[in-house]
């Protein structure tokens, strides 16, 4: 069965501060698709980034860079020089690598960047 | 207009009522699907359709009924629901129903039964 854990409930910084928010993951497959999702106080979740299980690359996309780690089933998401706008609900999520897409989710970080 | 829209955004409902979740995307999806955001549990998927057909029935109680007329609308009926139904029901679409695809979420509606 597939599982995600995200340990880290809820965290506080203050702005400006780098914050990482963690992300393991349980696969039976070899191949898969894993995801960060944004979830603001509207309560949509937004689309941030997708990985596939062959590509071990990190990446960097402004201030937003992840770090995915297949030997500690691991798939990090840093924010630098962290924002008030920053703060939402965050959700690691991963997907079976064919057939209709099941998103598993992990129990989301809710982050608080104070002023 | 957005991508995905949820109507109603909000809703009370008692345990002997029938009321419909309405669910719309304007983004040329052929997949749409239903998760369910409680308090206390991770988001969990319900349903899925592509081209309108059901692929994925997450083992949900009867008492939650999809119906998906065409590629741009999804319905959740609701009737007979248990207070434990309460909940942020999110609606989402994306290109097709590949693990790959990234989903497209709506605002939610949420759910409170009395």
């Known amino acids: 069965a597939q599982k995600v854990t995200q340990a880290q409930t809820e965290i506080s910084v203050v702005e400006k501060e780098d914050v990482t928010l963690d992300c393991v993951y349980e696969?039976?497959?070899?191949?898969?698709?894993l995801f960060w999702y944004k979830q603001p106080p509207s309560g949509e979740l937004v689309f941030l980034i997708r990985?596939?299980?062959?590509?071990?690359q990190n990446e960097i996309s402004g201030r937003y860079s992840w770090n995915f780690q297949k030997s500690t089933s691991s798939f990090n998401f840093t924010i630098t020089a962290s924002q008030v706008v920053d703060s939402a609900v965050y959700f690691c999520?991963?997907?079976?690598?064919?057939?209709?897409?099941?998103?598993?989710f992990g129990q989301g970080t809710r982050l608080t960047i104070n002023p | 207009e957005t991508g995905v829209t949820q109507t109603p955004r909000h809703l009370v409902m008692g345990m002997t009522n029938k009321k419909s979740l309405k669910c719309e995307q304007h983004?040329?999806?052929?997949?749409m699907y239903w998760y369910k955001q409680s308090a206390k549990k991770p988001l969990e998927l319900m349903f899925v359709?592509?081209?309108?057909?059901?692929?994925e029935n997450n083992s949900v109680p009867s008492r939650f009924s999809p119906e998906c007329p065409n590629s741009s609308h999804l319905f959740l009926h609701l009737h007979t629901l248990q207070p434990e139904d309460s909940a942020l029901y999110l609606c989402?679409?994306?290109?097709?129903?590949?693990?790959?695809?990234?989903?497209?979420f709506g605002q939610g509606t949420r759910l409170t039964v009395v």
């Open positions: 983004l040329g999806h052929n997949a």
């Open positions: 999520a991963l997907s079976e690598f064919q057939g209709a897409q099941k998103l598993v």
């Open positions: 359709y592509s081209l309108e057909e059901r692929v």
């Open positions: 990985r596939n299980s062959f590509d071990e």
């Open positions: 696969t039976r497959d070899t191949t898969y698709y």
């Open positions: 989402a679409s994306s290109q097709d129903a590949g693990g790959s695809d990234e989903a497209f």
